[in-house]
């Protein structure tokens, strides 16, 4: 009793000067050398916390453990020499840290107890936020866990805790003591036991609920070998934070110098939805610090909020009300909106001088100056979609487009060595020739250098007889070369040089209907890989049917049908809408042309001066369907993209209506 009387008083550490023992000592002091021996064996090793607490002075140890037994709590508050170990670092060897600490103590306490008793829990706790952040509203560690209470992002969501991209609450004060004080009353609810369920608070409740059914150990000093060294440290480092702060006024851990920060009344200011500017609204509120509401609202992640975002209330020092009542509310948002929606200034005219030609700049071609036009690029390679057929290989499919195998692998992602299952569709990027100038037609002479493309197949049932047709009264005649290509076939008349007159005068009858025939035919040539129709397989369902070729669920639907989107294996769908075009009359005559009747022949002067009048070509209509767009459009149709569908029609948006119809080609 008389020791403990006389140590109220910090003593003096001297653990390097060795003391004489005397037999009025009552206490055994362990003298430590100053410099230990060579051999490992000679002296004993200890951990560093039993070394901390051999050179802690007797005294001081039973003055810090009859204080912490003094402390009137339901927190953990046991004392042994991890404990001590971590009074040692707050009190002596990292002050600073506890300054720091304690000159954020008024700000956050009073909040904090405020909801601890809400929740009936030991008030002491507030000491668990020392702990996760020091305090720092702000604070993230370095596996994301945020805010004064660290959560983690699964946590945060279990609490109803909003993250986004402009709020995250786990920085709001407030909801966050709020959502630690739940958190912390169910983990009682699991534990009764406030060491478990600290530990529990930093390693989570499953870990230790199946490191305690591990060991059968129901007690954190029990479990103490067992658990993870943060874990481990937590529960000494809470007590020794709670006894430092308590007793900081004893360990002259106050001082002048601290700049101490206090509770502030606040106000709110309602955006109801509005774009606002903190650092303007900051000014609005004569603070001389343009970032000042940035500190009193640490959940907003940057300093504006745009227009349309949730009804949000910013906190504001309610000294600052009777500034922000002299102006109207309209006023107030005008002068805060954020940069990006301030109206900006005009760019300056350059004087124009006689005789001088300006260097076009933005503003100037804005007004009207004359610019070149811009020429596009004209794509360098065609996207064809190949449906694999039963025995074709990656060097068949490649061959066949002129491409490389390597290419179609890396394009498609075949792994080498795998065969190609029949029906999978492939990417092949095909070059595509360079379009060359076509140059008016003479009065006097056919245009040899117009080139007729005819597609090796042709997907349309109705025009593929009629164009082989055609083609065949073309190409007949012993001396026609045509070199047909797996993309193209290229025909030209020009080639076309019979041995006699008859073959000759008949080889100029059908140039004129052949031509026209091809033209038309190559109006209406969709994509050949993909198939029309398709065998509904065991597993398949509408949606993926759907999503595979582009289109939509409701889309196939109506091509089909359907009145649900059930599907059964060995049903056909079809994957095309009804064919419409303007004159079903004109198209019937060009597909099939009546035999021409005899004739005498007519010069090749005469049939060239006929050519520009026969070779217009014929449009191509689709007939919009119920879910269709200008993209899925532009799909269906080889070689057609959106901005052509739109110059086409003449659209100016991208939203088509059920019943339109568009011009898919010329």
């Known amino acids: 009793m008389a020791r403990a009387a006389a140590g109220q008083t910090l003593p003096q550490r001297t653990p390097e000067v060795p003391r004489t023992s005397s037999p009025d000592d009552t206490t055994q002091v362990i003298e430590?050398?100053?410099?230990?021996?060579?051999?490992?064996?000679?002296?004993?090793?200890?951990?560093?916390?039993?070394?901390?607490?051999?050179?802690?002075?007797?005294?001081?140890?039973?003055?810090?453990?009859?204080?912490?037994g003094c402390i009137e709590t339901?927190?953990?508050?046991?004392?042994?020499?991890?404990?001590?170990?971590?009074?040692?670092?707050?009190?002596?060897?990292n002050r600073?840290?506890?300054?720091?600490?304690?000159?954020?103590?008024?700000?956050?306490?009073?909040?904090?107890?405020?909801?601890?008793?809400?929740?009936?829990?030991?008030?002491?706790?507030?000491?668990?936020?020392?702990?996760?952040?020091?305090?720092?509203?702000?604070?993230?560690?370095?596996?994301?866990?945020?805010?004064?209470?660290?959560?983690?992002?699964?946590?945060?969501?279990?609490?109803?805790?909003?993250?986004?991209?402009?709020?995250?609450?786990?920085?709001?004060?407030?909801?966050?003591?709020?959502?630690?004080?739940?958190?912390?009353?169910?983990?009682?609810?699991v534990f009764h036991d406030w060491e478990?369920?600290?530990?529990?608070?930093?390693?989570?409740?499953?870990?230790?609920?199946?490191?305690?059914?591990?060991?059968?150990?129901?007690?954190?000093?029990?479990?103490?070998?067992?658990?993870?060294?943060?874990?481990?440290?937590?529960?000494?480092?809470?007590?020794?934070?709670?006894?430092?702060?308590?007793?900081?006024?004893?360990?002259?851990?106050?001082?002048?110098?601290?700049?101490?920060?206090?509770?502030?009344?606040?106000?709110?200011?309602?955006?109801?939805?509005?774009?606002?500017?903190?650092?303007?609204?900051?000014?609005?509120?004569?603070?001389?610090?343009?970032?000042?509401?940035?500190?009193?609202?640490?959940?907003?992640?940057?300093?504006?909020?745009?227009?349309?975002?949730?009804?949000y209330a910013v906190q504001v020092p309610a000294t600052a009300k009777p500034q922000l009542a002299v102006v109207d509310r309209a006023t107030l948002f005008d002068y805060c909106l954020p940069r990006p929606e301030l109206p900006q200034p005009l760019a300056p005219m350059m004087a124009?001088?006689?005789?001088?030609e300006p260097f076009p700049t933005r503003s100037m071609l804005a007004s009207?100056?004359?610019?070149?036009?811009?020429?596009?690029?004209?794509?360098?390679?065609?996207?064809?979609r190949h449906t694999v057929r039963r025995g074709e290989t990656v060097a068949a499919v490649?061959?066949?487009?002129?491409?490389?195998?390597?290419?179609?692998?890396?394009?498609?992602?075949?792994?080498?060595?795998?065969?190609?299952?029949?029906?999978k569709q492939l990417i092949v990027f095909v070059p595509m020739a360079t379009p060359a100038t076509r140059p008016a037609p003479a009065a006097g002479t056919l245009a040899a250098t117009s080139k007729l493309a005819v597609p090796t197949r042709l997907t349309s049932p109705v025009a593929k007889p009629a164009a082989a047709s055609q083609v065949n009264r073309v190409a007949a005649g012993p001396a026609v070369a045509a070199e047909v290509t797996p993309e193209v076939a290229a025909v030209s008349p020009k080639e076309i040089r019979p041995s006699t007159r008859a073959a000759r005068n008949a080889a100029?009858?059908?140039?004129?209907?052949?031509?026209?025939?091809?033209?038309?035919?190559?109006?209406?040539?969709?994509?050949?890989?993909?198939?029309?129709?398709?065998?509904?397989?065991?597993g398949d369902y509408l949606s993926r049917i759907a999503e595979i070729r582009g289109v939509s669920v409701k889309q196939v639907m109506e091509w089909n049908k359907l009145t649900s989107i059930t599907v059964a294996p060995g049903q056909k769908l079809v994957f095309a809408p009804p064919v419409e075009v303007e004159n079903p009359t004109a198209q019937a005559d060009t597909a099939a042309p009546a035999p021409a009747p005899q004739k005498p022949a007519r010069p090749m002067k005469a049939v060239a001066a006929q050519k520009p009048a026969l070779a217009e070509p014929i449009r191509k209509v689709h007939l919009v369907q119920a879910g269709d767009t200008l993209y899925n459009i532009s799909r269906r149709y080889q070689g057609v993209t959106v901005e052509q569908l739109k110059q086409l029609n003449n659209l100016t948006t991208d939203e088509v209506k059920p019943g339109q119809k568009l011009i898919v080609a010329r």
């Open 368 to 384: 009207g100056a004359p610019r070149e036009e811009e020429v596009e690029p004209t794509p360098r390679y065609r996207r064809v």
């Open 352 to 356: 124009r001088l006689n005789g001088v």
């Open 398 to 423: 490649a061959g066949r487009y002129d491409v490389e195998p390597a290419q179609l692998a890396r394009w498609n992602g075949l792994r080498k060595g795998r065969p190609l299952a029949p029906g």
């Open 196 to 311: 478990l369920v600290l530990a529990a608070y930093n390693w989570g409740a499953g870990s230790m609920q199946r490191v305690m059914r591990r060991t059968g150990k129901k007690n954190f000093w029990d479990l103490y070998p067992y658990l993870p060294k943060e874990t481990r440290n937590y529960v000494p480092t809470f007590t020794a934070i709670m006894y430092s702060m308590k007793y900081a006024q004893a360990h002259q851990l106050h001082s002048p110098e601290l700049k101490y920060r206090y509770a502030e009344v606040m106000d709110t200011v309602q955006l109801n939805g509005r774009s606002v500017d903190l650092l303007r609204l900051s000014r609005a509120c004569g603070l001389e610090d343009s970032s000042a509401l940035l500190h009193y609202n640490p959940e907003l992640r940057r300093s504006w909020l745009p227009a349309g975002y949730r009804s």
């Open 32 to 68: 430590l050398p100053l410099l230990l021996p060579d051999s490992l064996v000679a002296a004993p090793l200890v951990d560093s916390v039993r070394l901390r607490w051999l050179q802690t002075p007797p005294e001081l140890h039973d003055l810090v453990g009859d204080r912490v």
């Open 96 to 189: 600073k840290y506890m300054q720091r600490v304690l000159e954020r103590e008024k700000v956050y306490f009073p909040l904090f107890e405020k909801y601890l008793a809400k929740y009936e829990l030991p008030v002491d706790l507030k000491y668990l936020a020392v702990v996760e952040s020091a305090l720092i509203p702000t604070a993230k560690s370095h596996v994301g866990a945020t805010g004064l209470w660290q959560f983690m992002g699964p946590t945060a969501g279990d609490l109803r805790l909003r993250r986004d991209e402009w709020v995250d609450e786990r920085m709001n004060p407030e909801k966050s003591t709020e959502a630690a004080c739940k958190h912390l009353r169910y983990l009682y609810g």
């Open 74 to 93: 339901d927190a953990p508050h046991a004392f042994n020499p991890a404990v001590m170990s971590f009074v040692t670092l707050f009190t002596e060897r």
């Open 508 to 538: 100029a009858t059908s140039v004129a209907p052949a031509i026209q025939a091809v033209e038309a035919v190559e109006t209406t040539v969709a994509d050949d890989s993909l198939p029309t129709e398709y065998v509904v397989r065991k």
